[in-house]
């Protein structure tokens, strides 16, 4: 039986992943969606001809044929909606990062964990194909001190206006807009919460962070926006055990282990519509030669990433994993304590590059909640 979904917050990012991701899963049905913007659902209701649009997201709730809940709105729009996903007993999705404050965060976590409703948090990065074939090949070579170098570096000067100022003029920082991602990411790769976190860097923006793990394992996020998008964003490289495996921006795994193990893989990824599958060499190529290709009319339009290299970061995945735990009844594996903790170890990281000095941090209090 197709899983109805409803959404709530059907702004940028749902209206260019969530919606035409759940729209290509023959999983799901598009029963509702709900914005604030009569001219948006329009437009969206014209493309992908859901059950019915709504400005107001009670009559989701209400509406008994809706199993799921998929909310896009911003962090500021997150708790009352998880509020009444638990009174009705819809299962719920949001986006990353949970929330502005730990205050908030405390009672999302509270709220979830005496609730029986299904819960995901957005982060998609363990998801993609890339890195569900990376964590095995760690777990096979992980041994003794480990080191595990992010790099997600970006372009500033192509951001939304909006994002721009929020980040830069407001202070939300893409810590916590974007590193809560990489915070997620290794979490999930070493199956473990750090319990020390450094800043050093320009605080908002242009950072090294690094986290220490309880097993021996450091991680350094180099996390950056003063690049090109002409150059691949992301790379891990992980070293453990006379080991190395790399993962070049959701396009090539390379595994080098200390008992002769080579292995190359590639994965697919799109451009202009089209599918192609190609060295993470070619991938940067083609990525450069887009960057060249924008037009200052399209920089100004905010319009150019339809010819732009798309990876995949596990947005497809993440929702049909999500419906897999509600099908099965299996717990989320990315629930409301994941992202508590990404949201926790951003706050930390701040504080860390305001003091310049390491922080302690300890999680497990978030499950007595
Ligand atoms: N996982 C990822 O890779 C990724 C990437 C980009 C953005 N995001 C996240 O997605 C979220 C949304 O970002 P965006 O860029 O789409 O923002 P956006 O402002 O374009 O969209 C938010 C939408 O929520 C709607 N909304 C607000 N209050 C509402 C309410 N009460 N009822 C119904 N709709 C309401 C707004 O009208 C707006 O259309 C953010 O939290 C962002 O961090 C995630």
Request: proline share 4%; aromatic share 12%.
């Amino acid at each position: 039986m197709k899983m109805k979904l409803g959404f709530i917050g059907c702004g940028g990012f749902a209206s260019g992943n969530h919606i035409p991701n759940a729209a290509a899963n023959p999983n799901f049905e598009l029963a509702a969606f709900c914005d604030l913007s009569e001219t948006h659902l329009q437009q969206l209701a014209d493309t992908y001809h859901p059950g019915y649009v709504t400005t107001d997201m009670d009559r989701l709730f209400a509406d008994p044929a809706i199993e799921t809940i998929i909310c896009a709105t911003k962090p500021d729009f997150r708790l009352p909606v998880m509020r009444k996903a638990v009174e009705t007993g819809k299962h719920l999705f949001v986006e990353k990062p949970l929330c502005y404050s730990q205050d908030e965060v405390e009672e999302m976590v509270r709220l979830m964990n005496g609730s029986q409703v299904k819960f995901m948090v957005g982060f998609n990065r363990p998801y993609s194909p890339l890195m569900q074939d990376l964590k095995p090949l760690f777990q096979k070579f992980r041994s003794g001190n480990t080191t595990i170098i992010y790099r997600i570096i970006g372009e500033a000067r192509l951001w939304p206006k909006h994002h721009y100022d929020a980040v830069v003029h407001d202070k939300e920082s893409t810590i916590i807009h974007e590193i809560t991602h990489i915070f997620n990411l290794i979490n999930w790769l070493t199956d473990m919460t750090p319990f020390r976190v450094y800043t050093a860097g320009c605080g908002n923006m242009d950072n090294i962070i690094t986290l220490n793990y309880p097993d021996d394992t450091t991680a350094v996020i180099i996390a950056g926006d003063n690049s090109t998008a002409g150059f691949p964003k992301e790379r891990i490289e992980i070293d453990t055990n006379f080991s190395v495996l790399t993962g070049d921006e959701f396009v090539e795994l390379n595994v080098y282990g200390h008992d002769g193990t080579r292995i190359t893989r590639t994965y697919d990824y799109k451009m202009a519509g089209q599918t192609l599958n190609t060295s993470i060499s070619e991938a940067a190529t083609n990525a450069w030669n887009w960057r060249q290709s924008i037009t200052e009319e399209e920089k100004a339009r905010g319009y150019y990433y339809e010819r732009q290299v798309k990876v995949d970061k596990g947005h497809y995945n993440e929702l049909e994993k999500f419906r897999q735990w509600i099908r099965n009844d299996e717990p989320s594996q990315t629930d409301v304590i994941q992202g508590a903790v990404a949201n926790l170890t951003a706050w930390r990281a701040i504080e860390s590059w305001e003091k310049k000095a390491p922080v302690e941090m300890d999680f497990s209090y978030l499950n007595a909640l």
